[in-house]
């Protein structure tokens, strides 16, 4: 299997990485809300703890939703989804002593940390656009901490707001749907491979980007051609 193929099988099993995205967005809503509203501590916890289950459930809603939970062992990606996911609550480890200096800097550096965490996804998906969503969330968090860090829970906010999130929900959007109009397609064997014998998914949908607010769109199928 080349690598196109790999990306292509990554996409159509993980939905362009919406569920994962959806789980996040939940964790980091829930955060900041108890950021905001009860205590730092409670919030911290949360995200924290929470973090750590991102893949489990998304593998788990995959499942739910009547769909593979991971992709086939002749993908090159096999292993890699897996890696990528746990590299982000392992590296919360360093947030411990930014925290202890400056507790308000907590989301700014989570931010940098997450957006470090989307650059391998570019590859993962092939799909380049997580390229700008990393460069997006480091900037971010790179300018609350420098100028905006007054409010423990600003950078949480910043993340699920709905003008930079739809911004980089179209980008998305656009992105996959050249992707899936491309000239590059599944050959009729690798469709029946990847699909148990369906037609392939032309997915554009409801997609939460980094966490934040849906684009809707169309789902159906595509006819492959003969």
């Known amino acids: 299997m080349d690598i196109q193929d790999a990306q292509r099988e990554v996409r159509y099993v993980y939905v362009g990485g919406f569920w994962g995205q959806l789980v996040s967005s939940v964790i980091w809503l829930i955060s900041a809300a108890l950021g905001t509203w009860v205590t730092p501590k409670a919030s911290i ?34 292993s890699l989804g897996m890696q990528v996911a746990f590299a982000l609550p392992f590296s919360m480890l360093l947030l411990v002593p930014v925290g202890l200096y400056n507790l308000n800097w907590f989301f700014p550096a989570l931010m940098v940390l997450l957006g470090a965490h989307y650059l391998p996804f570019a590859t993962l998906y092939g799909m380049r656009m997580f390229l700008f969503l990393a460069g997006i ?59 148990d014998g369906q037609p392939r998914l032309k997915w554009e949908q409801l997609t939460f980007v980094g966490g934040g607010w849906p684009v809707f769109s169309r789902i159906g199928r595509a006819r492959e051609k003969s």
């Open 137 to 195: 969330l480091i900037a971010m968090g790179v300018v609350i901490a420098h100028y905006f860090w007054g409010t423990f829970s600003l950078g949480a906010w910043v993340r699920l707001s709905g003008p930079v999130r739809l911004r980089l929900d179209w980008a998305l959007h656009h992105d996959r749907r050249r992707k899936h109009t491309s000239k590059d397609r599944l050959r009729r064997h690798s469709v029946n491979k990847f699909t």
């Open 45 to 78: 916890l949360t995200i924290v703890i929470a973090g750590f289950f991102i893949f489990p459930l998304t593998q788990m809603l995959l499942r739910l939703s009547g769909r593979r939970a991971s992709v086939s062992r002749e993908n090159s990606f096999n």
